[in-house]
């Protein structure tokens, strides 16, 4: 037969949660809502256990206690308390009614439930096998005294150490969880970073293969303008290598005048292309001995535009058409095709036009052997300031003077 219990619960919730609780595990539940109501039930019913809160309205959960206790008929049903045992006199309150059992709240159903099972399990007699023994109780100033059976102490020891021990493993179990939590969010942290980690070498790799693209390129650059300027050089015999010494000091000029990597690589493709404009000029006249009358000179000069309009088409990193078609211009303005002068002439044309004319005097040319190099500085240090650079003059000179750069 299904053991009976008789709650008495005034809080519809709590009492419905116990209920949940007794009934799911096969027992027999009576509800009362207050002491005077449980009372009447545990009269009619004659339960097997009664569980009771201690704050109700009517009679509370002592007075219900104590009535029971003193029932010749119904002492023997063991009596659980449900107290917050907020207080020591809740515990003191509770030994002088005759409470049986303590369950703290909030309790753990698994806990009400064992409580529950281990008390029907043994035998009451209500009376304990000793007898009722006179207790004294002082505590914090308070003088108790009442008769209690000292099984019933046992019973308060027990269902109170049942208690802490309950309440240690939830605080365990909640300090496990904590941990598992933790090391899940330490794991979390750990994948975030790896993937954080192969994002960041995904993107080294990936700008890495950038700039071994831009550096292949550069190479296919450098590639096809050398191969432009050799090409300017096979139809021009007097004058290969011209292109390659002005680019190699037109280089030097702008590495000592403090010029960037970039700017420096740009003076030497300049240099390379800055006479590509000589292909519309015949071979006989490039490679004519002796001095050109005024039309054919007029065909030369033509090589600055004709430079211009063959390279303005190709998108270079560096103004390549601007310094090819201003090569020949002068500081002065005595220059040619536009007669510009001063800034508007830019620096890298500026570097070309002493590095071309250097180079041309210190070399043989078809109508003429080699003035050397001194005359060759000569007639830049005499037109430093009106027809070159000053400070471009000056460098050039420094370059040659320190031996810093010689012709190949
Ligand atoms: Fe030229």
């Known amino acids: 037969m299904d053991k009976l219990i008789c709650i008495a619960e005034d809080s519809r919730s709590q009492a419905k949660i116990l209920h949940e609780t007794l009934t799911g595990r096969g027992y027999a539940v009576v509800l009362a809502e207050n002491g005077l109501e449980g009372l009447y039930k545990v009269n009619e019913a004659k339960p097997d256990l009664i569980i009771s809160d201690v704050e ?243 065909i030369i000069k033509a090589h600055a535009q004709a430079g211009y309009n063959i390279l303005r088409g190709i998108e270079f990193p560096w103004p390549v058409g601007a310094a090819t078609i201003q090569h020949h211009e002068r500081l002065d303005g005595s220059g040619y095709p536009h007669g510009i002068s001063g800034d508007t002439i830019i620096m890298e044309a500026r570097i070309l036009a002493v590095a071309d004319v250097v180079e041309a005097m210190a070399t043989h040319r078809p109508y003429r052997p080699s003035l050397g190099i001194e005359i060759a500085l000569k007639e830049v240090i005499e037109n430093s300031g009106t027809r070159y650079d000053p400070n471009v003059v000056e460098v050039c000179k420094t370059l040659f003077e320190t031996k810093e750069f010689t012709f190949e």
């Open 56 to 298: 109700m309205p009517q009679m509370d959960g002592y007075e219900f206690c104590r009535t029971v206790k003193n029932d010749r008929e119904l002492k023997r049903i063991p009596f659980i308390m449900l107290t917050l045992l907020s207080s020591i006199k809740d515990v003191v309150k509770g030994l002088e009614a005759g409470a049986d059992y303590f369950i703290t709240k909030p309790y753990d159903s698994e806990v009400l439930l064992s409580t529950v099972e281990s008390v029907l399990k043994r035998e009451y007699s209500g009376n304990g096998t000793a007898g009722p023994v006179s207790v004294h109780v002082d505590y914090n100033g308070d003088m108790h005294r009442f008769e209690v059976d000292p099984q019933r102490i046992m019973n308060f020891f027990c269902s109170t150490y049942e208690n802490l021990i309950n309440q240690n493993q939830n605080l365990f179990f909640t300090k496990q969880e904590l941990k598992r939590l933790n090391n899940n969010l330490e794991e979390k942290v750990r994948e975030k970073t790896r993937f954080l980690e192969e994002e960041i070498a995904e993107r080294v790799k990936a700008e890495n293969a950038i700039k071994d693209n831009l550096v292949s390129m550069r190479k296919t650059l450098d590639g096809t303008v050398r191969a432009l300027a050799t090409t300017i050089e096979m139809r021009d015999p007097y004058t290969a290598g011209h292109q390659r010494r002005v680019a190699q000091l037109s280089r030097a000029i702008g590495r000592k005048m403090g010029f960037s990597q970039e700017f420096v690589d740009g003076l030497e493709v300049m240099g390379f292309l800055h006479d590509i404009g000589k292909i519309i000029v015949p071979a006989e006249i490039l490679s004519k001995p002796g001095v050109l009358n005024e039309f054919e000179f007029n």
